[in-house]
Nanobody, 119 residues
Framework: QVQLVESGGGLVQAGGSLRVSCVAS????????MGWYRQPPGKQRELVAV???????NYVDSVKGRFTISRDNAKNTVYLQMDSLKPEDTAVYYC?????????????WGQGTQVTVSS
């Protein structure tokens, strides 16, 4: 099992910045990819950004140029730096860890952290 604990959410004005963190523990060997998803009120969960074990990153178009995902392997931590925040970024942000093998995929989720952007 893998445990993920997010922190760093909160309330910020439009145009501001916020950084959320996710600490992974447990059986984190061979985790291929970690990422951030978000679920706005009344909407489905969507991918925000991912980072692979090799350091490659990918972002949803709506956050490109504003959000940066990074990882500190020594601390088993993944960060999402969010700049130039907009009210439409308001959502619960979830950390995800994924282990993909030839035979199965394991998905692990954190409990989520609320990010609210006021206009």
């Amino acid at each position: 099992q893998v445990q993920l604990v997010e922190s760093g959410g909160g309330l910020v004005q439009a145009g501001g910045s916020l950084r959320v963190s996710c600490v992974a523990s447990g059986s984190i060997f061979s985790i291929n990819e970690m990422g951030w998803y978000r679920q706005p009120p009344g909407k489905q969960r969507e991918l925000v950004a991912v980072i692979t074990s090799g350091g490659s990153t990918n972002y949803v178009d709506s956050v490109k140029g504003r959000f940066t995902i990074s990882r500190d392997n020594a601390k088993n931590t993944v960060y999402l730096q969010m700049d130039s925040l907009k009210p439409e970024d308001t959502a619960v942000y979830y950390c995800n860890a994924k282990r993909t093998t030839r035979w199965y995929v394991n998905d692990y989720w954190g409990q989520g952290t609320q990010v609210t952007v006021s206009s």
